[in-house]
């Protein structure tokens, strides 16, 4: 089974730019979809962004779409998720997940989870 697990997160103002790192143990991701995840407080988790198992397909929320980019390194065993122009809305807790082959936008699709990693997006 691989495990999952996140970087990268912070306190940042509005405008600025974060990088997400989600870096995998225990098997190579080559089979799998990754997905990146977030839930604020009080709120449902919430699908951000995903890419198929080689990364010729990527998928976003239209809340993200053209801010958030989804890449991955399959040789390093890594998924990033770069961040820009940060809102407020953005913070929350990010999670990047693991599902075989093909990404969907359903947190429930996906059978492996990191423990998260917080961002804080100030105004």
């Known amino acids: 089974q691989v495990q999952l697990v996140e970087s990268g997160g912070g306190l940042v103002q509005a405008g600025t730019s974060l990088r997400l790192s989600c870096a995998a143990s225990?098997?190579?991701?080559?089979?799998?979809?990754m997905g990146w995840f977030r839930q604020a407080p009080g709120k449902e988790r919430e699908f951000a962004a995903g890419?198929?198992?080689?990364?010729?397909?990527?998928y976003y929320a239209d809340s993200v779409k053209g801010r958030f980019t989804i890449s991955r390194d399959n040789a390093k065993n890594m998924v990033f998720l770069q961040m820009n122009s940060l809102k407020p809305e953005d913070t929350a807790a990010y999670y990047c997940?693991?599902?075989?082959?093909?990404?969907?936008?359903?947190?429930?699709?996906?059978?492996?989870w990191g423990q998260g990693t917080q961002v804080t997006v100030s105004s």
């Open positions: 225990g098997r190579t991701l080559t089979s799998y979809a």
């Open positions: 890419a198929n198992w080689n990364g010729a397909n990527t």
């Open positions: 997940a693991a599902r075989p082959l093909v990404a969907t936008s359903r947190a429930g699709d996906y059978d492996v």
